[in-house]
């Protein structure tokens, strides 16, 4: 392994960045290139940053059930500008982009990759942000891509090459778990078990206790970044409310949401199902390309290790609730289908120009574009978005200081589009079971304290339920919901296409 310059070190992370910014810019709807983020976890997320701007608290004042360290990073990206997603978008590049210049780094452990970098980062890119797994952008699971591949180019390292971690590495992992932790505990699967096929190999070469002092610069970099964390809670009186609301139910609450929970190994069914959906093709061709690689150049420790912890992240990740985004943490592990590739190429003594270059960069954004999911939404006016149609709505009613509820989901984006913050802590219903937030949200209808509701869900008072639910379409008991003196009117709604289904979406005034 011959260690390149840090001019050249640069050089590629600039090429990363470029190819960052042209294939985020078609499948991240964070990009300048669409109206909005109307995902329901970033609409959330946006929700929680702005709030602390503001200086509301997590869990306290909004409920939430993610982790805080995204909601301080959609905070960071909110200084940037709170009318728009560009800020996010920009953290989105930069994480993208350590993503990318790390997997070409762990090709460069084994081969030669100078001429090939852009061409690697395009494919790379295009495979994973454009896949079936990465749904909307800014979301904690693709960012965390580039904490992962960190991870994985060291323990990379250290099994194929006997290079054990420096203090600085080490200090930078643990603060990276610590953010991890703090976003989505279970996304600490993949770092465990990469630690432990590290302390596998450091028994192996007998360096155990060497390895096992590096830890303690690792613990220290956790603490770096949970003081910060838990001192911001402390002070604002609010650590019961991270514990209630991040751990307690999060463990014993989200797997009791009947509508979504199926057990362990109905989990395991839907999570493989999701991973082996054709959009990921590109993908998971990539990790099988790796793997082959690894057992025909006899490199079985290095097989099993990442086998291991590719099977141990894909169970822990999904365990819990198998999400459409769960797998999308595993396509780390796609850096290494480069190797047989690029060994090839080095064997033929085959090297890459400008001109081969653009033509792979121009052939993974036209990829990008075909396989991601959400490109009928590119360059859309926002007129033609429902957020901002309603909001235009509200607005012409000239109510001062008018109050809006999205009620019974995650919020797709209404209170970003409007430009309000929420006035009640159950401004969403969470996918965590229990019953909570819902009864929040019906005390506020019940008692008339918004102006406007807006809602995927047919609301009616009680004594129209039977005429609504006869003449609504599909499962009426579960989209219907009725209130003893419904004190609204539906005065529009409106349909639109997300995720591979027609929606309709309310907006009620009261009366």
């Known amino acids: 392994m011959k260690e390149i310059s840090q001019k050249e070190k640069i050089k590629i992370y600039m090429l990363c960045c470029l190819v960052a910014f042209l294939i985020l810019s078609i499948c991240s709807k964070c990009s300048f290139l669409y109206p909005l ?42 200084l940037v500008s709170k009318s728009s997603f560009i800020g996010i978008f920009i953290i989105e590049i930069i994480c993208a982009a350590t993503f990318l210049f790390f997997s070409i780094r762990i090709a460069g452990l084994f081969y030669s990759v100078k001429s090939y970098e852009l061409g690697i980062a395009a494919i790379l890119a295009a495979s994973v942000y454009g896949s079936y797994v990465n749904r909307h952008g800014g979301g904690p699971e693709e960012m965390s891509l580039a904490l992962f591949s960190f991870m994985l180019y060291l323990a990379v390292r250290y099994i194929s090459k006997d290079l054990l971690p420096s203090v600085k590495e080490m200090i930078f992992l643990g603060i990276y778990a610590g953010l991890l932790f703090w976003t989505k505990y279970t996304l600490c699967a993949l770092y465990i078990a990469l630690l432990l096929i590290m302390l596998v190999h450091s028994i192996i070469r007998h360096e155990m206790s060497s390895f096992w002092k ?50 362990f190994w109905g989990n395991m069914k839907l999570a493989l199902s999701l991973l082996l959906k054709a959009r990921n093709a590109f993908s998971l061709i990539l990790i099988i390309l790796g793997s082959v690689w690894m ?108 109050s809006m509820l999205y ?75 009725s209130f003893d003196d419904f004190g609204y009117e539906m005065i529009d709604e409106k349909s639109f296409y997300y995720e591979e289904y027609n929606h309709v979406v309310r907006l009620y005034k009261r009366k």
Not at 382 to 398: D, I, L, N, R, V
Not at 408 to 413: F, K, Q, R, W, Y
């Open 214 to 263: 590096k830890i303690i610069y690792f613990v220290l970099g956790c603490i770096i970044i949970s003081f910060p964390i838990i001192f911001f809670f402390a002070i604002n009186g609010s650590l019961m409310d991270l514990f209630m609301d991040y751990f307690y139910n999060n463990i014993f609450l989200y797997r009791k949401n009947d509508t979504i929970y199926m057990g």
């Open 407 to 481: 009620y019974g989901v995650l919020d797709e984006g209404y209170y970003f589009a409007d430009g309000q913050m929420p006035k009640w802590r159950a401004f969403v219903q969470l996918n965590q079971g229990g019953s909570e937030l819902k009864n929040l949200q019906n005390g506020y209808i019940n008692k008339q304290e918004p102006d406007f509701i807006i809602s995927e869900k047919m609301l009616c008072d009680s004594s129209d339920y039977d005429i609504v639910a006869a003449s609504y379409e599909g499962n009426a008991e579960k989209e219907v919901v």
């Open 37 to 78: 983020n109307n995902w329901g976890d970033a609409g959330c997320y946006y929700v929680q940053g702005r709030g602390i701007l503001v200086g509301l608290v997590p869990y306290r004042d909004m409920a939430e059930q993610k982790g805080p360290a995204i909601f301080f990073v959609y905070a960071l990206g909110e």
């Open 295 to 402: 057992l025909m150049q006899k490199k079985y420790e290095l097989f099993i290790g990442l086998l291991a912890s590719f099977l141990f992240a894909f169970i822990i990740l999904n365990s819990g609730i198998a999400q459409k985004y769960s797998n999308l943490p595993l396509f780390v592990f796609c850096g290494l289908g480069f190797c047989p590739i690029i060994g090839l190429l080095n064997t033929k003594k085959l090297t890459g120009n400008f001109l081969i270059n653009i033509i792979i960069v121009v052939c993974a954004m036209i990829g990008a574009y075909v396989f991601c999911l959400h490109t009928h939404d590119l360059l859309k006016k926002k007129s033609e978005m429902p957020q901002y149609a309603f909001s235009s709505e509200m607005k012409s009613y000239g109510i001062d200081n008018y």
